[in-house]
């Protein structure tokens, strides 16, 4: 089943050949990391840029039309590290210093990642080239909204409260992915056998990555958004 963007599923014998030099996604993660250089955050914004370049343009893109489990990975990077690295390049948004709420943030971020993984909702994404963006689109950007008030200084508490709650969700969705008696999601049916796993097989493993290795960025800033609160002097009584 070819995916709209990114194309008829990769296979072993060529999926190093299965790179997407797509002018206008290079275009704009260009664009983007000379605009985190001019804002004086180039180190993150050139970071974000190569997890971008490694989602978008690399393989992965086809192999994630194969395969569940490296599309799981794919929206790992997305939220997890290309997010908080413009959440750090980026730490103003167009609202000047009015800060959003964080739990607002939280809540819509989380509807939105478990929307996308409702089986019906992430089949459109794959079948067309406006779901597929608009899922990339709306992935990135609550999750970047959700890094750069969890990172807001002065905001430690409540952003370890929503990092922390974070991992629970995806670890609850994980799970769901995980114990699921039978493959969701059709795309991926006919497409894993190539790859030594059958769609069940990959699920599970997608849902594992999500589970475990997709948190971990989380629990890391939380610990060091800790260590930061406890080293805030306290006004003395």
């Known amino acids: 089943m070819p995916i709209a963007y990114c194309g008829i599923p990769a296979i072993p014998a060529d999926v190093w050949m299965r790179w997407n030099f797509d002018p206008a996604v290079l275009l704009a993660l260009g664009l983007l990391g000379l605009a985190a250089h001019r804002a004086g955050a180039a180190r993150a914004g050139w970071g974000a840029v190569a997890v971008g370049f490694v989602i978008f343009i690399s393989p992965l893109c086809a192999l994630s039309a194969a395969l569940f489990s490296a599309r799981v990975a794919h929206h790992a990077l997305l939220v997890a590290v290309m997010a908080p690295l413009l959440a750090l390049a980026f730490p103003k948004g167009g609202m000047g210093r009015r800060a959003l709420p964080l739990a607002p943030l939280f ?33 990135l950007a609550s999750a970047m909204l959700l890094w750069r008030a969890a990172l807001r200084p002065g905001a430690e508490a409540h952003g370890i409260a929503a990092l922390i709650g974070t991992v629970g969700q995806m670890g609850m969705l994980g799970a769901i992915i995980t114990f699921a008696p039978r493959p969701l999601y059709f795309a991926h049916w006919l497409t894993t056998e190539s790859w030594g796993l059958s769609a069940l097989e990959d699920q599970q493993l997608a849902g594992l990555i999500m589970w475990v290795p997709a948190v971990l960025p989380y629990l890391a800033v939380a610990a060091w958004l800790g260590l930061r609160l406890l080293a805030t002097p306290r006004p003395a009584r």
Do not use: C, K
């Open 107 to 139: 809540a819509v971020h989380m509807l939105i990642l478990w929307a996308w993984h409702v089986p019906a909702f992430y089949a459109w994404a794959l079948e067309t080239v406006a779901g597929y963006w608009f899922m990339q689109a709306t992935l």
